[in-house]
């Protein structure tokens, strides 16, 4: 056997252990960004071995807290892909005022970059007060600060831009306030989002939902968990509901490709049509 096979046995191992003790479900994320991270793990856990690092994490919980971080994927910023913004504000708001009532889905939110950018624009188009924003990630530690609103200060030239081409209608630098180095954000964006752990891998649907969220999240799992994916969001979108993917992620080639029309096909917006 090589150490390959060797290195391939232990990665199941781990996920295995994980899944059994723990509950979390990584064994059909995509393996070459998994096992890249799992050895940025090993490294800075001052480990040498995966079945060390097993080891560490079925017997210490804030080891298991610094893996789940280390595996979540947290690339945001506030309006990131400003045209997608752009699209949601011309093409799905105008579908959200007919409702009197509007539930969405922030699913794999990460620090919260994005739900605050969505509170904004629904701020900004009066539909905020009858609005609740369900934000889930699977890591705690990231949800913690997503609820907490507070980024740095020097990120907030390149959010100002990103607000701008997004088509924000006042100055960015009214939604929160600067302290040292920190942008404490607006608690009036905090009013009608709820924060809560939730992983796709694993969970169910619960609730029933006119917008979906799902951006930059399905490209880091296997067909296999991306098609368990694609069916709980449709399980939980009404219908005529909106889904938003990411630019990387298509419903092509998934079993619910019919059950959508595009609503904005460059930007991955599409509508629940049956």
């Not at 794999?108 to 539909?127: H, K, R």
């Not at 180095?181 to 029933?208: R, V, Y």
């Amino acid at each position: 056997m090589n150490k390959n096979e060797l290195e391939a046995i232990e990665i199941e191992l781990l996920l295995d252990g994980l899944f059994r003790y723990y509950g979390f479900d990584f064994r059909n994320y995509a393996p070459a960004s998994l096992k890249r991270r799992i050895w940025n793990i090993i490294r800075a856990e001052q480990l040498t071995t995966v079945s060390g690092l097993q080891e560490k994490i079925l017997h210490d919980h804030a080891c298991l807290e610094r893996f789940l971080l280390g595996l979540s994927v947290n690339v945001t910023a506030m309006f990131r892909d400003p045209t997608f913004y752009l699209a949601f504000r011309t093409k799905v708001v105008p579908l959200l005022r007919t409702y009197p009532f509007i539930r969405i889905w922030h699913a794999g939110c990460s620090s919260g970059e994005e739900v605050y950018s969505m509170a904004i624009l629904l701020q900004e188009e009066n539909l905020y007060q009858r609005c609740r924003i369900y934000a889930t990630d699977m890591n705690e530690m990231v949800l913690r600060k997503a609820k907490a609103g507070i980024f740095p200060l020097r990120l907030m030239q390149e959010y100002t831009q990103n607000y701008l081409q997004a088509g924000g209608k006042k100055s960015f630098s009214e939604y929160y306030t600067a302290a040292y180095d920190n942008a404490i954000f607006s608690s009036s964006l905090k009013e009608n989002i709820i924060f809560a752990q939730h992983n796709l891998a694993t969970d169910g649907s619960f609730n029933e939902f006119n917008v979906i969220l799902c951006r930059n999240v399905l490209i880091y799992f296997n067909p296999v968990l991306q098609e368990r994916v694609h069916n709980l969001l449709y399980e939980s979108l009404c219908m005529f509901g909106i889904l938003g993917l990411g630019h990387q992620e298509s419903l092509k080639l998934t079993s619910y490709e019919k059950c959508y029309e595009d609503l904005e096909s460059s930007e991955k917006l599409y509508r629940r049509s049956e």
